[in-house]
């Protein structure tokens, strides 16, 4: 079954929005790979996921870590290959497509507001409809559809 593919555009911070998005698919008991753009990135959101919420945790690793198969949220990047323990969620914040997307449930492309953010985005959008995957877009900021 092809994944479903959704779209939240116009994110102010697009890794603050991908952790709430990631502990609340963790709090409801889903597993979830989040790819960033570069390792920078990616540590970024670990350290933001370690104090996203007082009361909350998020256990999380970085893909390739011993613990990922048995670690609910996982942390890649595009500047090294991923071999994602989960197929459940793939959160897509780099400027590509993610390669193996196909074996996800589900795939969320979270896109700032920039320009530069925009363009690669609307260019993976045409990718996933060309191979007719089902598409919703998302107004990330009123969080209603588009």
Request: proline share 8%.
């Amino acid at each position: 079954m092809p994944p479903r593919v959704q779209f939240y555009h116009n994110a102010e911070n697009p890794l603050a929005l991908a952790c709430e998005f990631a502990a609340r698919a963790y709090g409801s008991g889903r597993k979830v790979a989040l790819r960033t753009q570069d390792a920078t990135a990616a540590r970024q959101l670990d350290q933001m996921l370690w104090n996203f919420e007082q009361q909350a945790f998020v256990p999380h690793v970085m893909a390739g870590s011993p613990l990922a198969a048995e670690t609910p949220v996982v942390i890649g990047h595009a500047e090294a290959p991923n071999e994602w323990p989960h197929a459940e969620i793939l959160f897509n914040l780099a400027d590509d497509v993610p390669p193996g997307h196909e074996r996800f449930r589900m795939l969320i492309e979270i896109i700032g507001q920039s320009e530069e953010q925009k363009l690669p985005a609307r260019a993976r959008w045409m990718h996933y409809k060309q191979k007719d995957l089902p598409l919703q877009a998302f107004d990330a900021i009123r969080r209603e559809a588009l």
